[in-house]
């Protein structure tokens, strides 16, 4: 059988790329884990959803926008990204998700400009004519992971571990970082939001860098949809403006480098999930963070010696596109379990809305939790009626110096010429049926980066700025 020589093919590639857990990391069922990413990345393989060609009089895939940025000489850029095939609710992928595209890597994703540096970042979910995509439609931007690859890119909870959203766009912990994320909330990420006087830091964009995405979408219908992923990026086009800092990310995870799945504790009630601790292994200034749970979850909290730092608050059902009351009233066939009321959105702390800590140091302790209760807000759940998997994730914006390396790290070689090193999964598999046309017009997969000289590993005694696993308490 076809599917079973693409299983053994890439049980054998996961386990060649060194995907086996290292025995320290006990909470976490990685083989499970690495279970999970076979099937959903054999579910696209075979032909359930993925990246499709344009559809005809698709709405343009670059626009500019006038930018609401108080920084001067701030340029908005649209950018539409698939389109995605979405399967429908009577289609349940290998993995057993019916109506999804499950964790479906695209390195093949253009960035907004050559070199500038980002202020402010916000993900949307589009049709092709430009109409919005959400909830009151039957479609969802479940989960979205947004990587850096590029010399002296480290992701500085992941570094020197095996990562699975990593290895999923063909790169490492040691040679990318996930800097940006996105649940159907969409939170605008506002390192801008001091204005003119204040904003002294952006992401910097390299010329050298590449993008990624890991998309995950859900489709409610009962027919396929065909959608776009948007990102409306505040840019100032260039290098790093003199004076300013560069941002590194910190993320946050109960399920940290792997899926970010957790299963739900409980059916119902209060229960919290946590995430491991992390020591800081560079040094900054906290700018901002934002949380992001699923559906039943009251709040995220971002601890650092044990007291909150920052609380990232759910709202539900804010707007109509947030309310699920099923695809023509009814709420039919999977989507029986489907809540009504959603996320609309997580407060944020910027700057001096962090309570206790602006600043990292090595003596710290940081830690998240999820603190869910079904009782007060409706959680998903699946065709048997069972709570669904669920997340606590946090990303942490911290202004650093140019060039900041994760502690007891060296520096990447300047230059930093891109060497070729596999083809970009996004745009080299097969059409998925019933696309209208194959990939070709999709834009051609740059080669992915590979750093001239990639940062050398730190020595295992300079791991404890590292994660460790996440897990669960009630
Ligand atoms: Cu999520």
Redesign the pocket.
Known sequence: MKSFALYSLLVAATAQAGLIPPTSNERIDWKYEQKRQILGTLTWLVGKGGKVADPAGAAPRRVEEKSTSAVPGVRRIKMRYGPYSVPNMNKTGISGEPGSLWNYPDTAIPKPCTECTIVSQRAGLEYPDGKNANIDTGMWL??MVHLTIGPGRQDATCFGRTSLPHFDVGATPANSERYFSS?NERTHVQIDKLGAAGTKAGYHLKPADKMAFIVDLMNMNMEDKTVYLTMTYDIVEGPLPAGWKDIKVVWFDANQCGT?EVHPPQESGKFVISGGTWKPNFDGEILGVGG?V?DGGEVLKVLVGGQSNCDSVTKYGETPEYIFTGMGGMKMGAAHGVATKHISSMTTCYYEENKIVRKLSPDQVWQIKGHYDYDKFEGNKDEKGKQESI?AIALMYVGVEPGTQLRGTAAPAAGGSAAPARPAKGAARPAPKGAAAAPAAAPAAAPAAAPAAAPAAAPASEHAGMADMGGMAA
């Open positions: 479940h989960h649940g970010s992001h699923h997340m």
